[in-house]
């Protein structure tokens, strides 16, 4: 994969320039943003936030978070790591309680559950973004936001297999790709719903990129978001893109509970604002 593929997509794939209009046809021009989440608030649907903990009673955030976990590196520990519950669950650098606020605002009813794998200074090892990933599949998340990546290849199975796992397992993996033009996993994976930057600010307004391994674009630059302390903080970066597909995400499956994974990256597709219906 060469550089030019991996380039951060905020700065080339979005700009007017580059979008292509797709042409919806057939039973897919049906699909409707109305038809797709009108009228839905995320209810019942349980999120999983990985990254650096979310402040739980972050006025933002409404009460919505339902409980959280720790996952911290031990060498000494069977798999490297150990598990343990953060009660109530705390952000160590606000990162992930601004992708939490976004996830909220979006769908509102949406149960937010904080996995906490990185540090105050943002720093964390594989293996414990790994066992954060493992832990919201086996219990019963239905969607995962995960605005970090690693770009260690020896990595690259294990990521892998465990999108797979959330995949058969009906889950959503929600993946913001890396802001420097390098690989990073678990973005590159087609199972996976890839989302990079623009620089828009509706929160519903995304497009879907006709030439992945980024697949959609969604607003992540100058967005104001909730910041650990109570705070309020304007961020940049394709990690504040993946959670307004999360709560979009989100939305539908709760109004389409029985949709799958693929299906709702179908629906995606078709809702995206590049995607034109026959007629209009």
């Known amino acids: 994969m060469s550089e030019e593929d991996l380039r951060p997509a905020w700065s080339q794939d979005f700009t007017p320039e580059a ?6 046809q057939g ?9 797709a989440w009108g009228g839905s608030t995320g209810k019942g649907i349980r999120v999983a936030v990985v990254d650096s903990g979310v402040e739980h009673d972050h006025p933002a955030l409404e009460g919505c978070v339902r ?10 520990a069977k798999n490297q790591h150990r598990i343990r519950r953060d009660d109530p669950p705390a952000d160590v650098s606000g990162h992930r309680t601004a992708c939490a606020g976004i996830v909220h605002a979006i769908a509102p009813e949406a149960e937010i559950y904080s996995v906490r794998v990185l540090g105050r200074n943002m720093g964390g090892r594989a293996i414990q973004f790994a066992a954060g990933l493992d832990w919201a599949i086996e219990n019963g998340m239905q969607i995962a936001n995960l605005s970090l990546s690693t770009s260690l290849e020896e990595f690259f199975g294990l990521f892998h ?17 890396n802001n ?5 996993y ?13 620089d828009g600010k509706d929160p519903f307004l995304y497009y879907y990129n006709t030439k992945p391994p980024v697949e959609f674009g969604a607003p992540g630059i100058d967005v104001e978001v909730a910041w650990k302390d109570k705070q309020y903080i304007t961020c940049t ?19 389409h509970p029985d949709l799958t994974p693929f299906q709702v990256k179908s629906v995606l597709l078709a809702c995206a604002a590049n995607t034109k219906r026959e007629g209009k």
Request: proline share 8%; net charge negative; with cysteine.
């Open 19 to 24: 979008i292509q209009q797709l042409l919806a």
């Open 27 to 35: 039973p897919f021009a049906q699909i409707t943003p109305d038809w």
């Open 67 to 76: 409980g959280g976990v720790v996952i911290e590196y031990d060498a000494r």
């Open 161 to 177: 297999d465990l999108a797979d796992q959330a995949y058969f397992k009906n889950m959503n993996l929600v993946c913001a790709v």
């Open 180 to 184: 420097i033009p390098e690989p990073s």
């Open 186 to 198: 678990p973005s590159l994976y087609s199972s996976v719903i890839s989302v990079a930057a623009h």
């Open 237 to 255: 970066g394709n990690s504040f893109a993946a959670p307004h597909i999360t709560g979009i995400t989100a939305l539908i499956r709760a109004k």
